[in-house]
């Protein structure tokens, strides 16, 4: 139905072959986008390069969003070799493990600011460096969870810096959409990725998920990624400011 053939997208988050983002990225890939990969550090990348590789990936640079050098390369590099970006995938999110184990109570302000400022805050700062080159419109989306909307046990302070994610999300959406330009949550179950491996119990949440959702199956990184290849297409173009919940109908049983 759609075709994102001479698209120019970048994701930022792919961590290995399980984590959204590459799911994000293949699915973009497959529907004939251009793809700008980044890695978070030299530890990273020999994980992420040859995944990044093998979709083709035009560009493939470190990224590590508390580096406004790194990001300022990034940005002068897709400026210089394609002059605009279609599709901006955000889906990265850190809490120190101190901080996301306690109590939301506990939390201390140094955790919370550093989850607030990696999580959402950064959000913010690509598409700021986004903007300008999507003159013709785009589209920006991150990755939340249902943890943001309802307690979700072990998720802790991860829930309020998502919800925030989400309101942030809206905000822009409604800012930027005169200029043609659509801002998106992606908000996947419970899935199996390695940030994910990180929440207390995150087993347990996985099978009560499975049981729970009306499909009796969890999301999938291609599940989430077909969703983002369409979100990124013209046909979805009127749509904004959504979280869009990609989960076997796990969000809607009460």
């Not at 990001?71 to 996301?100: M, N, Q, Y």
Request: charged letters at 20%.
């Amino acid at each position: 139905m759609f075709s994102l053939a001479g698209q120019k997208a970048l994701v930022i988050g792919v961590a290995n072959d399980h984590s959204i983002a590459h799911g994000c990225a293949a699915a973009l890939r497959a529907q004939g986008a251009d793809l700008a990969i980044t890695y978070l550090n030299e530890k990273a990348e020999p994980h992420v390069r040859p995944l990044a590789e093998a979709l083709g990936a035009e560009i493939i640079m470190p990224l590590d969003v508390r580096d406004e050098a790194q990001a300022e390369a990034l940005f002068a590099e897709i400026t210089a070799r394609w002059g605009r970006l279609d599709t901006l995938v955000h889906s990265i999110a850190f809490c120190p493990k101190d901080d996301l184990h306690g109590r939301v109570v506990d939390c201390s302000a140094e955790g919370f600011a550093l989850a607030m400022d990696v999580s959402v805050h950064s959000f913010l700062r690509m598409i700021r460096r986004a903007e300008p080159l999507m003159p013709h419109g785009g589209t920006c989306m991150t990755v939340s969870f249902y943890g943001a909307e309802k307690v979700v046990e072990h998720y802790n302070v991860m829930g309020p810096v998502k919800a925030a994610l989400e309101a942030t999300m809206r905000y822009v959406a409604a800012e930027l959409g005169p200029r043609g330009i659509s801002v998106h949550a992606l908000s996947p179950g419970p899935l199996r990725t390695r940030a994910a491996s990180g929440i207390a119990e995150f087993d347990e949440l996985l099978d009560r998920a499975a049981e729970r959702a009306p499909t009796s199956m969890l999301a999938s990184i291609e599940d989430v990624g077909a969703y983002a290849a369409f979100l990124a297409s013209r046909e979805a173009f009127n749509v904004t400011g959504g979280v869009h919940h990609i989960d076997g109908g796990y969000s809607i049983i009460g």
